[in-house]
């Protein structure tokens, strides 16, 4: 199995730009968990899906934040505007219901200027 | 909300000698999970400890889980090169949401 498979590894943009990050979790998995991680504030758990539905987004910073999974084998999270302070490692985790062992994807390293 | 607190922040140890982080949680955990993230990598699944009191062991590693499922623990015995990484506890109140711990970050002088 390839893993889980994010994309883009490293993005830089401008302050104000969407930012579009995405994730294939490991086929089978159907639960999708997306982090946040910076030196500060450490592993920040935004939002996890089970079954493709949206179960917990407390820790979705701000309306800028949202994200989707549309089906078992995708999901996206998208900032806009940009700012910043959103400058992270974002990390997309998927496991099974069951298992609860989280396996991370490499993440997208996001630099807004 | 829960939160799940770990110490020591950063330790630097000689290679050869033992380390050991812990994790506390405000709340009565389901499980525990710890995890191992290299310097550039992603976090990495060590191991899940369900039971109170449970202690589990990997080679050199050995996990333990408090008697009321509030605290953990992680002991390396005689460190390597090889075990330099950031460690986390991650704990799960219910509802399959993990808290990480802010981690330890482990360093080692051959």
């Known amino acids: 199995d390839a893993g889980v498979i994010q994309s883009p590894r490293h993005e830089v943009t401008e302050m104000g730009q969407e930012v579009t990050l995405r994730c294939k979790p490991i086929s089978g998995h159907n639960s999708l968990f997306w982090y946040r991680q910076t030196m500060m504030r450490g592993l920040e758990l935004l939002i996890y899906?089970?079954?493709?539905?949206?179960?917990?987004d407390s820790g979705m910073p701000e309306d800028r934040f949202s994200a989707k999974m549309p089906n078992a084998s995708f999901s996206t999270l998208k900032i806009q505007p940009s700012e910043p302070r959103d400058s992270a490692v974002y990390f997309c985790?998927?496991?099974?219901?069951?298992?609860?062992?989280?396996?991370f994807g490499e993440g997208s390293r996001l630099t807004v200027l | 909300g829960q939160q799940v607190m770990q110490i020591p922040q950063y330790q630097h140890v000689q290679e050869g000698e033992d380390f050991t982080t812990y994790c506390n949680s405000s709340t009565t955990l389901s499980n525990i999970q710890w995890y191992k993230q290299r310097p550039g990598g992603h976090p990495v699944f060590l191991i899940q400890l369900v039971k109170s009191g449970e202690v589990k062991k990997q080679k050199r590693l050995t996990f333990q889980f408090g008697e009321a499922k509030k605290n953990s623990s992680l002991h390396i015995t005689a460190t390597q090169t090889t075990d330099v990484g950031t460690y986390f506890c991650a704990g799960e109140g219910g509802a399959q949401k993990l808290v990480f711990g802010q981690g330890t970050r482990l360093t080692i002088n051959p």
């Open positions: 985790a998927s496991t099974t219901i069951i298992s609860g062992e989280l396996f």
């Open positions: 899906f089970n079954n493709n539905v949206p179960i917990d």
